[in-house]
């Protein structure tokens, strides 16, 4: 989705629990975190615009 400077709009997307995934070394397998979890959302990872918490089963 591309916003003019200024314009607002509401969206929602499907985050499955794969996109969540992370490589656990010691564990040598990959992992996604459970319970509460941060989000972030910005235009990229230097500027992260805004922030909340989801939970994750």
Known sequence: MTLKPGERRRTTFLITRRTLFYWDEPRSRWT????????????????????????VK
């Open 32 to 55: 996604t975190l459970k319970g509460k979890v941060d989000v972030y959302v910005g235009s990229s990872a230097a500027d992260m615009e805004h922030a909340g918490i989801t939970t």
